[in-house]
């Protein structure tokens, strides 16, 4: 009798199915499996609208384009980076000017070449050639004799300072030298002055610091 009772709880219970059940489809005699869907469902699925194929690519055209215009703007301004990358040192730079032909000689009479080809960064206050001719004569001559290296190398240190200062930075101060001597430097009504001397053109760059070009040669004490 429990047993009959049994059955029939599991009849009753079964004969209710829930959303989503699984019965036998009693028209297929292989007893197929079949997932079966209310009617409500069946109707949600046909009203629903299929999605817009092209609206996703329409979406990645745009990205593309955006991508592209971005890439095109970068890569055609150029920036002070890239400049400061593809110059070359200090001693390359004043070479090419053409106005510094005395200041690179006395470079290399002094044994200043490497130096101011290595990583400084170094900031010169480059006297130009018209500079080094305002000296008396002969003085010039004079210190390109091997014997003369050390008072020439001397001189030379004392218009190299230690970092890259721009113009920008330049303010009344005394600025130590590589020659271990401090320079005047006065700033007043924009114009700058270095010691005795003038400075008449400023910011050229190099990768491995910067010149400011002077119009004197300046003589440490």
């Given at each position: 009798?429990n047993l009959?009772?049994?059955?029939?709880?599991?009849?009753?219970?079964?004969?209710?199915q829930?959303?989503?059940?699984?019965?036998t489809?009693?028209?297929r005699?292989?007893?197929r499996i079949?997932r079966s869907?209310?009617?409500?469902?069946?109707?949600?699925?046909?009203?629903t609208?299929?999605?817009?194929?092209?609206?996703?690519?329409?979406?990645?055209?745009?990205?593309?384009k955006?991508l592209?215009v971005?890439?095109a703007?970068?890569?055609?301004l150029?920036?002070?980076?890239t400049q400061?990358?593809?110059?070359?040192?200090?001693?390359?730079v004043?070479?090419?000017?053409?106005s510094?032909?005395?200041?690179?000689?006395?470079?290399?009479a002094?044994?200043?070449?490497?130096?101011?080809?290595?990583?400084?960064p170094?900031?010169?206050?480059a006297?130009?050639?018209e500079?080094?001719a305002?000296?008396?004569?002969?003085t010039v001559?004079?210190l390109l004799k091997?014997?003369?290296?050390a008072k020439?190398?001397?001189?030379?240190?004392?218009?190299?300072v230690?970092?890259?200062?721009?113009?920008?930075?330049?303010?009344?101060?005394?600025?130590k030298t590589v020659?271990?001597?401090e320079?005047?430097v006065n700033v007043?009504n924009?114009a700058v002055?270095?010691?005795n001397?003038?400075v008449?053109?400023?910011?050229?760059?190099?990768?491995n610091?910067?010149?400011h070009v002077?119009?004197?040669v300046?003589?440490p004490?």
């Amino acid at each position: 009798s429990n047993l009959r009772g049994r059955n029939t709880n599991m009849k009753n219970e079964n004969s209710h199915q829930p959303f989503g059940s699984f019965q036998t489809v009693p028209s297929r005699p292989s007893g197929r499996i079949e997932r079966s869907l209310p009617p409500k469902t069946d109707a949600l699925l046909k009203n629903t609208k299929p999605e817009n194929p092209y609206k996703n690519m329409k979406t990645i055209v745009t990205i593309t384009k955006s991508l592209f215009v971005a890439v095109a703007v970068t890569f055609s301004l150029p920036t002070s980076t890239t400049q400061a990358a593809t110059t070359g040192d200090l001693v390359a730079v004043a070479s090419s000017a053409g106005s510094f032909n005395t200041l690179v000689a006395a470079v290399k009479a002094a044994g200043l070449v490497e130096t101011l080809q290595g990583r400084g960064p170094f900031t010169i206050f480059a006297p130009t050639d018209e500079a080094f001719a305002k000296l008396p004569k002969g003085t010039v001559e004079e210190l390109l004799k091997p014997e003369n290296k050390a008072k020439l190398a001397s001189i030379l240190t004392y218009h190299v300072v230690a970092g890259k200062v721009m113009a920008a930075d330049v303010k009344t101060m005394k600025a130590k030298t590589v020659n271990g001597k401090e320079l005047s430097v006065n700033v007043s009504n924009g114009a700058v002055t270095i010691d005795n001397a003038k400075v008449v053109k400023t910011d050229v760059l190099a990768s491995n610091g910067v010149i400011h070009v002077i119009d004197t040669v300046v003589i440490p004490n």
